[in-house]
């Protein structure tokens, strides 16, 4: 950061080493606040929750990791602090009342404008389309083994297509055009593969799908496990008859 007053121009190198120690630093204030809350408590078995957006690690806080890595560490040698996940609390102390939260985002305005608006109407239409037909033809050619690759990149493009951050810079207005274009890129490409899917006969898909899912899977190769979450929700809705 070197100052929030520095512009770009007057910006020291990053020093990861120096940044590092900052990270150690930091962490062992956190975690004595952490200890002096606890002794200032009136009961042993007050919990502190402490949410990070992890979605900023890596580009708006690069040390975020080391810094929860360092306070773990930090709170090992504090007899009067111990980490615990929140179902373990929960079991511990079962809650003695509930709230009902209302909907809302962190986005301008506490509601969902930034996703859902007259800028962005024209995304959800498509995509509620594009997840009918998905849904549609995947539970008759799940069990195929020549319809699985391309199952498989379907699933994956129609999620990227899902991907909430282009109807968000949509709105913003900052880079609307690649948000524009990134959106339609794995709309089109999901469309194309849903539709070999459903044209095939015979359990057969039409030429060139392999070749077409290959092709798409080298730029888009994530979510390796996909196909066995599209089998555990078919799975699932067939349970619940929805299939």
Request: aromatic share 10%; proline share 4%; with cysteine.
């Amino acid at each position: 950061m070197t100052s929030p007053r520095s512009d770009l121009g007057t910006k020291r190198p990053y020093d990861p080493s120096a940044a590092l120690a900052q990270v150690a630093m930091h962490a062992s204030h956190f975690a004595s606040l952490l200890a002096t809350e606890q002794r200032a408590g009136e009961t042993a078995d007050a919990v502190v929750t402490a949410p990070f957006d992890t979605e900023l690690f890596g580009h708006w806080w690069f040390e975020g990791v080391d810094f929860l890595g360092a306070v773990y560490r930090d709170l090992g040698d504090r007899p009067l602090v111990r980490s615990v996940t929140a179902a373990e609390h929960l079991r511990q102390h079962p809650p003695r009342q509930e709230v009902e939260l209302l909907a809302g985002s962190w986005g301008a305005g506490g509601d969902h404008g930034m996703w859902l608006n007259e800028q962005t109407h024209w995304t959800w239409r498509r995509l509620w389309q594009l997840e009918d037909r998905f849904w549609d033809v995947a539970p008759r050619v799940l069990g195929s083994a020549d319809a699985s690759a391309v199952l498989a990149q379907a699933a994956r493009e129609l999620l990227l297509a899902q991907a909430s951050d282009w109807q968000f810079i949509i709105t913003t207005g900052a880079v609307t055009d690649y948000a524009e274009r990134r959106f339609t890129l794995h709309a089109d490409d999901a469309e194309r593969l849903v539709g070999c899917l459903e044209s095939a006969e015979g359990g057969t898909l039409p030429e060139g799908a392999h070749r077409m899912a290959e092709d798409l899977h080298a730029r888009d190769a994530v979510f390796p496990d996909v196909l066995r979450q599209v089998a555990s929700v078919v799975e699932q809705g067939s349970a619940a008859g929805r299939f």
